[in-house]
């Protein structure tokens, strides 16, 4: 029998299958069975595309946008995402430094192995989203986690990143705001940021800034804005959370020259230019207001307080209301050891298995996020299952003793 740990590469039996799909699936399978199963799983908006988008895609096909396009990406789009982020970012980047790509998680692995060689360190701040440690790992760098906790509210300080760079410190990765804290960095945190990664001139920073249209409390802040950070910050961004086109898969990048055109010569490599009628439709998203986006940031917020409220009304639950995002990361560490029945918990990903198995609502255990105390919720849902969900979890949690 053929031996296939002998013959799979180890950069991909080093990376373990995503728990989020995981947990999705299962909670799929049991609503496939007739089971009323709550997920508070994915982060995709419930939303649909505005109706203005779908249409500019379209009449983009229509014109005869159906073809390879660029690699970089169409120029009409690298030109309206140029005007974008400097009149909303701040941000000053030719076309020739910007590469679209198919979804944000490319332009994260463009920018990995343009930067990564093997055991170059990758310091990520948790609790971060899992995919920046599977892409890191298979690019061939070396994964370094920064411990955050609640009281800081799950940011890191200047000091802990400090004491995590050393010689080998290539890059530094984070979201903001945060997926799944919901944290959303001030001026000042990330300035004092920018202080150490000054000192240390080696150091590249990759900013993912995906959920920038999704804040509640504070006004969201590009890294690359701050003094010296133009050149040394990769900013990701991408189409699929603020305007809700998560199956368009539309994501971008913006970098230094020398940076941006590595970028681009890994994606011609591992695939080709975005879709073009979708970098059309693109273009007309970014022309229009962002009437939209509001609104729809606007229903997340109020899911936020409700989803907040809700939680902190159980016994046993730790929660710190996020800024931003569609996330919510509560510390459920104080219901482990515990039994209910002949079910005992001992992990938080015992946990989720069992609300979901038992209890019929789907959450995502916070380890695969780097921190096992924590379980992450989606609110990306309608008022009535957040309800529902937490409703089920508060009676779940209280069989246990």
């Known amino acids: 029998m053929t031996d296939f740990d002998q013959i799979l590469s180890k950069s991909t039996r080093g990376v373990e299958d995503s728990i989020i799909i995981k947990m999705a699936q299962r909670a799929r399978d049991l609503k496939s069975k007739g089971r009323d199963v709550v997920s508070l799983t994915i982060g995709e908006p419930d939303f649909d595309t505005p109706q203005f988008i779908k249409q500019a895609a379209t009449d983009a096909m229509d014109a005869g946008f159906?073809?390879?396009?660029?690699?970089?990406?169409?120029?009409?789009?690298?030109?309206?995402l140029s005007a974008k982020l400097k009149a909303e970012n701040g941000l000053t980047y030719s076309t020739d430094e910007i590469v679209i790509t198919n979804g944000a998680k490319?332009?994260?692995?463009?920018?990995?192995?343009?930067?990564?060689?093997?055991?170059?360190e990758v310091i990520m701040p948790t609790p971060f989203w899992v995919a920046y440690e599977g892409i890191s790992v298979m690019a061939g760098g070396k994964p370094v986690i920064l411990k955050t906790t609640s009281k800081d509210g799950f940011k890191m300080t200047p000091a802990a990143l400090e004491a995590a760079v050393t010689d080998?410190?290539?890059l530094l990765i984070f979201s903001n705001p945060c997926n799944p804290s919901g944290a959303v960095y001030t001026r000042d945190e990330l300035e004092a940021l920018a202080a150490i990664v000054r000192k240390h001139p080696r150091m590249m920073?990759?900013?993912?800034?995906?959920?920038?249209y999704i804040v509640f409390d504070k006004p969201h802040v590009s890294f690359g804005t701050l003094e010296g950070m133009r050149e040394r910050t990769i900013t990701i961004n991408g189409f699929s959370k603020g305007f809700a086109m998560t199956g368009w898969r539309l994501g971008f990048l913006a970098a230094a020259f020398p940076v941006a055109k590595a970028c681009a010569k890994v994606q011609g490599t591992f695939t080709a230019g975005a879709n073009a009628f979708v970098q059309m439709a693109g273009v007309i998203a970014l022309g229009e207001s962002r009437e939209e986006c509001r609104k729809m940031t606007a229903s997340y917020h109020s899911r936020r307080d409700l989803i907040s409220r809700l939680l902190a009304d159980i016994p046993g639950v730790s929660v710190r209301?996020?800024?931003?995002?569609?996330?919510?990361?509560?510390?459920?560490?104080?219901?482990?050891?515990?039994?209910?029945?002949?079910?005992?918990?001992?992990?938080?990903?015992?946990?989720?298995?069992?609300?979901?198995?038992?209890?019929?609502?789907?959450?995502?255990?916070?380890?695969?996020?780097?921190?096992?105390?924590c379980l992450r919720m989606s609110f990306a849902c309608s008022e009535e299952d957040i309800e529902k969900g937490i409703g089920r979890m508060k009676e779940a949690l209280g069989l246990l003793s």
Request: include cysteine; charge should be negative.
């Open 66 to 80: 159906t073809h390879y396009s660029p690699m970089p990406g169409m120029p009409q789009l690298r030109e309206a």
């Open 106 to 120: 490319q332009a994260i692995t463009n920018a990995a192995f343009a930067l990564l060689d093997p055991n170059d």
């Open 168 to 170: 080998r410190t290539k």
């Open 205 to 212: 920073v990759m900013s993912d800034e995906i959920y920038e």
């Open 321 to 373: 209301p996020p800024n931003g995002t569609f996330y919510i990361f509560p510390d459920v560490s104080a219901h482990l050891g515990k039994t209910a029945g002949n079910h005992r918990v001992e992990t938080v990903e015992d946990l989720c298995m069992w609300l979901l198995d038992e209890h019929d609502v789907a959450t995502v255990p916070g380890g695969a996020f780097g921190d096992p105390d």
